[in-house]
C-alpha cells in the first residue's frame, strides 16, 4: 500500500515537474518571438538609416570677386549677406564641364543642390578674406547625385529608372576619376533645420522643438504630479471623494493621447489664443498627458516605504509634514524619479497630441524659445515618411535611430538612478 502510494505521488511530482518545464519552454520561446522581431525591426531602422549619416559634396572653383558678387570694393556685413552667391554658384557649375546649351545647364545644375549658395554665404561671411578671387568650395550635391554616390542609384539601371540621365552620370563618373566629388559625414543632418530638399533637411529644428517642449512637461508635471501624490497618499482622509479622484487618475492614465490634443486644440489655443505650433502649448498638453503616469508611479514609490518609517518618526516628536518631506520623501525619491522619466520618456515619442495643436507645420528656421514655431522629433519623422523623394525615406530612418537614442538613454538612466539610490527594507 504504501509502494502504491509512494509511486502514485512521484507520478504526481513528475506530471508537474513536467508541466514546469514546459511553462518555462514556452516562456522563453515567446522571449526568444519577440526579441526576433525586435532585432528584424531595429535591424531594417537601422540599416535604412545608414545613407542618412553620410552627404555628397563637390568641389566648386567659385569666383568670389566683388563684381561677380554684386559687391562694393568694402561691403559691409548686410551686403555680404545679401550678394549674389547662388549666380556665382551656378557660374562656377557651369565651368565644371564644357557646356553651353540652356539644356545641358540645367543638367549640370541639377548634380548640385539648390541650397548650395547658403554654404558659400556662410563661408565668405565668417571669413571675408575669401573675397577678391576664385576659392574651391565644397558644396552639397543634390539628392540625385547622392544617390548614385551611394550606390542606391546605379548606371546599369535603365535610365527611365532613375532620374539621372546617362549624361548625368557620366559627368559625375567624371567628377569621380577626378576626386572633385566625394562623401564625407552628413553634419547637415545635425545642424540644419527641415527642407523641401532631402539633402540640405536636418532634425536640429525638431531636435530644439522636442527639447523645449520636455522642459515645459517636467517643468509642470514633476512638482504638481509629485505634490498630488504625496497629498493623496499622506494626507488626503480616505472618502468617497478621495476615492473618485483616484479612479480618475487611474482611467486618465489610459485615456488615448489624441483626446489630450483635442483639449489642447479647444481649450489653449481656440480660447486663451496660444502660440499655435509653439513648444509651449505642447509641453503643457504632454504634461496633462504624463500627469496621470508622474502620479501613479510617486504613490507607489511613497506607498513602498515601510510605515515603521512613519511610526518612528513620529514617535520621536516629528510632524506629520516633517515626517512626509524628512524621511518618507527622500526614501521614495528614486521610484518617483524612476516615474518621472519615464514619463518624460513617453512624453517624448508621443505625436497625436502634437499634431493636434498644429505642430505638424512645415518649420525650417531654429526656434530660440518655447513661444517659437517649431516641429517636435516624431511629428518630424511623421512628415519625411509622407514625403515622396526617395532621400527622404533615409532620413525618417536616421530621425528613428536618434529618437530610439534618446528613448534608451532616458530609460537607461530611469534604471541606473533606481539601483543607485534605492533601499531595500
Known amino acids: 500500500m504504501n509502494k502504491h502510494t509512494t509511486e502514485i505521488v512521484k507520478q504526481g511530482l513528475q506530471k508537474r515537474y513536467n508541466a514546469e518545464r514546459r511553462f518555462r519552454a514556452y516562456g522563453m520561446f515567446a522571449i526568444l518571438i519577440s526579441v526576433s522581431f525586435l532585432a528584424v525591426l531595429l535591424t ?22 566683388q563684381d ?18 547662388e549666380n556665382a554658384v551656378k557660374a562656377a557649375s557651369y565651368a565644371l564641364f564644357d557646356i553651353s546649351g540652356r539644356k545641358e545647364k540645367r543638367a549640370i545644375r541639377d548634380l548640385i543642390s539648390s541650397g548650395a549658395w547658403y554654404s558659400v ?10 573675397l577678391g578671387k576664385p576659392q574651391k568650395l565644397w558644396v552639397l550635391a543634390s539628392d540625385n547625385a547622392d544617390l548614385y554616390m551611394k550606390g542606391i542609384v546605379t548606371s546599369d539601371m535603365p535610365e527611365t529608372a532613375r532620374r539621372l540621365s546617362d549624361q548625368q552620370v557620366q559627368w559625375l563618373d567624371e567628377l569621380i576619376s577626378s576626386n572633385r566629388i566625394q562623401k564625407q559625414f552628413a553634419y547637415t543632418f545635425f545642424t540644419s533645420g527641415d527642407s523641401r530638399e532631402p539633402e540640405t533637411a536636418g532634425i ?31 494626507f488626503a ?22 483626446v489630450f490634443g483635442l483639449l489642447g486644440l479647444a481649450v489653449f489655443l481656440n480660447f ?58 527622500p526614501l521614495a525619491m528614486p521610484g518617483i524619479l524612476t516615474g518621472t522619466i519615464i514619463g518624460m520618456a513617453q512624453a517624448l515619442g508621443e505625436t497625436a497630441p502634437l499634431l493636434m495643436i498644429g505642430m505638424v ?14 516641429a517636435a522629433l516624431p511629428v518630424q519623422i511623421y ?39 534605492e533601499r531595500r527594507w
Do not use: C
Open 44 to 65: 531594417s531602422v537601422i540599416g535604412n538609416s545608414v545613407p542618412a549619416f553620410q552627404e555628397s559634396v563637390i568641389e566648386l572653383e567659385v569666383d568670389l570677386s
Open 68 to 85: 561677380n558678387l554684386g559687391l562694393s570694393a568694402n561691403p559691409t556685413a548686410e551686403e555680404l549677406f545679401n550678394g549674389s552667391y
Open 121 to 130: 554665404r556662410d563661408a565668405v561671411v565668417a571669413d571675408p578674406s575669401l
Open 204 to 234: 536640429l529644428a525638431a531636435l530644439k522643438g522636442s527639447l523645449y517642449t520636455l522642459l515645459v512637461t517636467i517643468l509642470l508635471s514633476a512638482p504638481i504630479g509629485v505634490m498630488a501624490a504625496i497629498y493623496l497618499e499622506e
Open 237 to 258: 482622509p480616505k472618502n468617497r471623494l478621495t476615492d473618485i479622484i483616484e479612479v480618475n487618475i487611474n482611467n486618465l492614465a489610459a485615456v488615448p493621447s489624441i
Open 272 to 329: 486663451f489664443e496660444m502660440p499655435r505650433s509653439a513648444p509651449v502649448v505642447g509641453g503643457v498638453v504632454l504634461s496633462l498627458m504624463t500627469l496621470p503616469t508622474v502620479i501613479i508611479a510617486s504613490r507607489a514609490a511613497i506607498k513602498a516605504v515601510p510605515p515603521s518609517i512613519r511610526d518612528a518618526a513620529l514617535g520621536i516628536g516629528a510632524s506629520q509634514i516633517q515626517t512626509t518631506f524628512h524621511h518618507v520623501l
Open 361 to 374: 507645420a512645415f518649420i525650417a528656421d531654429v526656434p530660440q524659445s518655447i513661444t517659437d514655431p517649431a
Open 383 to 421: 512628415l519625411w515618411a509622407d514625403s515622396p523623394e526617395r532621400g527622404f525615406s533615409y532620413k525618417t530612418s536616421a530621425a528613428i535611430v536618434v529618437l530610439l537614442t534618446f528613448l534608451i538613454l532616458m530609460n537607461a538612466a530611469a534604471v541606473m538612478l533606481r539601483k543607485k539610490f
